[in-house]
Each structure stands twice: as structure tokens, then as C-alpha cells.
């Protein structure tokens, strides 16, 4: 029986803010344009008559702990170190499950992907080093080696639906690959001296996760508690960057369900007949009866799904709408003074211009050549070589990632700076370039290069 639509009551708040909200969130594109618009804010108020108390909010002091024992950082550490954890968390969990069940499960379908995205990460930091090759400012070379994930499949979207879904997987997969790749560097290279005791202790909070995965825990609440309070602490305080904590707590994530799909079908399927044939009340709520069926459908419902798959998705608009635009509002400012031309044109900036602008592209490009002249890959369904040019330029806008790794490797303030210019100016012009030239691929057939 078809159920009329008067039998779903709508409120003024479900079609003036629930319903504009959900679709806007839902969009594609709007997490790369949130993204930007917090980016140009940020520009914006850095270079306005409200530059310095912008600039001085950051500053402020934020402490949490009881009696002696005590974390005290300013509010922009609190953004880098706590905030962007959970960030890194959310990377971890699409990265288990691309390796799990995606793109990263089938080495035939990984291999090019994974490649380009090694080669997008050698080369940029290769060509830094030209720029770089001595003194204080060597230690930026991280700096062009990563990707923004939610830009670059952000200018993708808004291409529409000419783009092959391959590429969009391409992109996606590259981008995580690099988003590893960027873990490990910051853990390997961009760590302050350690604590062992609070690394051990680390360590052990690991170990209970990982045993409580094995035992079948799925609590969410579980693993939050001891992921935050326990590795979390543990990392911030033992000099290994606490972003770490946030990819290790990720793989620690059961990606098991309870009940196989069959098994769901067929209790949804009784529960549903009980459900119709329950005592219906006739007061607004439900009936107890009722009750105690939507109850176990919903047991069931979150039993059919795994606790990786539920955080990733719940989690996904946290990150995207709050913590990453709180992050390009707190990172992206940059007073542009008098001796911008100087600052544009110094070492930094010109290494990390280059580096993504140019060594990105090469990197990404260059290796997928070498891939198929080899034959140990071939080209994705529907995508020709523009549009793997065009991936190469959109590899290329750094921006989250790039600042992110910008503020460990300078705590010099006129180099921060420089790295923030060659960042922004990079990113930008990629995501034009890239833009048009898959635009313009989108009207050629999927050809081979010409070797």
C-alpha cells in the first residue's frame, strides 16, 4: 500500500533549516568551498583594521588537567594538536576501509594509484631541496609532498557528472595514499624529543585497543574514551606528535559486522510484520508494544554495520564543516605587507610553489607514464591521459595538509609565513589549471599516451 505523503508530518524547522542544511552538507562541493571561504576569511581579516586582535585570538592560553597535572597550550596548539586529531582519525578510518574493502584491496586496481601518489610525494620534496639545500630552511621539504583531499575532490565535483567515477576513485585513493605517506613523515621527521615513559604508556593504550578489537568490542563510547584520554594524552605529552594518535586509534576500529546481510533481512523482515500488526496508540507516541520492535530494528540495524563504517559517516560532516574550516581560519592568515614581493620570491616560497605547482604534477604524471610504458597497470575506464594531467594539477593544492605540516617544520614567523604564501599560491592556481584541463578532457575519448 502506497503511504500517502500527509502520513509524514513536516515542521517549519525540518523545511526552513533540517532539510536546506542536510542538503547542502550532503553536496559534494560544499566542503572544498567551506574550506576556501574559512581560507579567505582568514586572508581577509589578517590584512583588515582587525588584523591584530585576529592575530592575538589565536594566543590565547587554554589549559586542561587537575592539580599538578596540567597541559597549558595557546588556542591555535589546541586546534593543531587536538582538533586536527580527529581529523587525521577520519583519514584513518577511510583508510582501513579502502584497504579493507576499496581500492586499496585490489593490488591490480592500487598499483597505479599508490605509484603516482609516491611519485607526487618524492618529487615536490625533491624540488624544494633545490631551493633548499642548506641552512634553517631545509626542514620545509615536507611541506609540497601532501594533497587536499577535500579540495581537490572538491573541484572535481563541481565538474559534474561528465567525470568518470574512475577518476574520482583515482584521486580519492591517490590523496589517502599521499595522506599516509604525510603521517609517516610528520611521525618520522617532524617529532619533538621523546618521552619514552609517555610513549610507553601510549603503547600500552594501544595494546588495550587492539585487545578489545580481537574481543569483539564495538562500543564507540569504548574506544573513544581510552583513543582520546589514554593515546591521545599519552602522544601529546611524549614529544611523538598527537595527530599519530589519531591514525593509530583509527586502525584500531572494529570493520566487522555483528549479523550478515541475510540474517538482517530476515529479522527486518519479522520485526516489520510485528511492527504492522503491534497495538497502535493513539496519543503522539508510540505504543510500548511499537516501542520494543523500533528498539530491536534499531539494535539490529546498527548490529548489521560496522563500527568503522558508523564513525567514518557520522564523523565526516564534523570534520568537513567545523574542525577543517576552524583549522584554515586559525593557519591561512597572512598579512600581506610591503615586502610581499620579497616574501613571495624568497627560498620557501619558491620551493613549495615549485614544488607542488611543478614537482606534483611530474611526480604524479611522470610516474603514471612510466606504470603503463611498463605495463604493470593500465589506464582506469574511461579516463584518457588529460585527465590524468589534470589529476596531477589537482594533487597539486596542498593547502590543509601543507599548512598543517608548515607549522611543525617553521617556528620561525617570517618563514611560517613565506610557507603560507607559497602554500596559497599554489594551491590556487593548480585548482584552476586542473579544473580546465579535465574540463577539456571530458570531451575526449579514453585514449593511451602517445610513448
Given at each position: 500500500m502506497k503511504m500517502k505523503d500527509d502520513n509524514k508530518r513536516t515542521y517549519p524547522v525540518d523545511r526552513w533549516i533540517i532539510d536546506p542544511l542536510s542538503r547542502f552538507i550532503n553536496n559534494s562541493t560544499t566542503s572544498g568551498i567551506v574550506l576556501f571561504s574559512s581560507a579567505a576569511l582568514a586572508l581577509l581579516l589578517s590584512n583588515s583594521p582587525w588584523s591584530e586582535e585576529f592575530q592575538q585570538l589565536w594566543k590565547h592560553q587554554v589549559s586542561i588537567g587537575y592539580d599538578e597535572y596540567i597541559i597549558s597550550k595557546d588556542l591555535h596548539h589546541w586546534i593543531n594538536d587536538g582538533l586536527m586529531s580527529l581529523f587525521f582519525f577520519v583519514v584513518g578510518l577511510e583508510l582501513k576501509r579502502e584497504i579493507i574493502a576499496g581500492e586499496l584491496s585490489d593490488p591490480k586496481k592500487a598499483v597505479l594509484p599508490i605509484a603516482a601518489a609516491m611519485g607526487g610525494m618524492l618529487v615536490p620534496a625533491l624540488v624544494y631541496l633545490i631551493f633548499n639545500h642548506s641552512g634553517d630552511t631545509v626542514d620545509g621539504w615536507g611541506i609540497p609532498m601532501a594533497t587536499d583531499i577535500a579540495f581537490a575532490l572538491g573541484v572535481l565535483y563541481l565538474l559534474g557528472d561528465k567525470v568518470p567515477l574512475s577518476l574520482k576513485i583515482f584521486l580519492t585513493v591517490l590523496a589517502i595514499v599521499d595522506d599516509l605517506g604525510a603521517v609517516l613523515v610528520i611521525a618520522l621527521f617532524y617529532t619533538s624529543d621523546i618521552n619514552v615513559v609517555s610513549l610507553v604508556t601510549g603503547a600500552g593504550f594501544m595494546v588495550v585497543l587492539i585487545v578489545a578489537n580481537l574481543m569483539g568490542v564495538r562500543s564507540t563510547i569504548f574506544y573513544g574514551i581510552v583513543g582520546i584520554a589514554g593515546l591521545w594524552l599519552a602522544f601529546i605529552m611524549s614529544g611523538v606528535h598527537a595527530t599519530i594518535a589519531g591514525v593509530l586509534?583509527?586502525?584500531?576500529?572494529?570493520?566487522?559486522?555483528?549479523?550478515?546481510?541475510?540474517?538482517?533481512?530476515?529479522?527486518?523482515?519479522?520485526?516489520?510484520?510485528?511492527?504492522?500488526?503491534?497495538?497502535?496508540?493513539?496519543?503522539?507516541?508510540?505504543?510500548?508494544?511499537?516501542?520494543?520492535?523500533?528498539?530491536?530494528?534499531?539494535?539490529?540495524?546498527?548490529?548489521?554495520?560496522?563500527?568503522?563504517?558508523?564513525?567514518?559517516?557520522?564523523?565526516?560532516?564534523?570534520?568537513?564543516?567545523?574542525?577543517?574550516?576552524?583549522?584554515?581560519?586559525?593557519?591561512?592568515?597572512v598579512e600581506l605587507s610591503g615586502d610581499f614581493p620579497t616574501q613571495i620570491q624568497s627560498p620557501v616560497s619558491m620551493g613549495i610553489f615549485f614544488g607542488l605547482l611543478v614537482g606534483k604534477v611530474i611526480g604524479v604524471v611522470g610516474v603514471v607514464y612510466l606504470i603503463l610504458f611498463f605495463k604493470w597497470a593500465v589506464l582506469p575506464q574511461g579516463v584518457n591521459m588529460w585527465h590524468m594531467w589534470g589529476a596531477g594539477f589537482l594533487a597539486a593544492i596542498g593547502f590543509t595538509m601543507s599548512l598543517f605540516i608548515s607549522g611543525l617544520a617553521f617556528r620561525q614567523e617570517e618563514y611560517a609565513v613565506q610557507a603560507k604564501l607559497g602554500v596559497l599560491a599554489a594551491s590556487i592556481i593548480a585548482s584552476v589549471i586542473g579544473y580546465f584541463i579535465i574540463r577539456i578532457a571530458n570531451n575526449k575519448g579514453p585514449v593511451s599516451p602517445s610513448l
Open positions: 586509534a583509527a586502525f584500531t576500529i572494529p570493520a566487522r559486522v555483528k549479523v550478515s546481510a541475510d540474517y538482517y533481512s530476515q529479522k527486518l523482515e519479522g520485526l516489520l510484520v510485528q511492527f504492522k500488526s503491534a497495538e497502535v496508540n493513539t496519543l503522539p507516541t508510540v505504543s510500548k508494544e511499537q516501542f520494543k520492535i523500533l528498539s530491536k530494528i534499531e539494535n539490529f540495524s546498527e548490529q548489521a554495520l560496522t563500527p568503522l563504517q558508523r564513525l567514518e559517516h557520522s564523523m565526516h560532516p564534523f570534520v568537513a564543516f567545523l574542525i577543517m574550516p576552524i583549522f584554515a581560519l586559525s593557519n591561512a592568515g
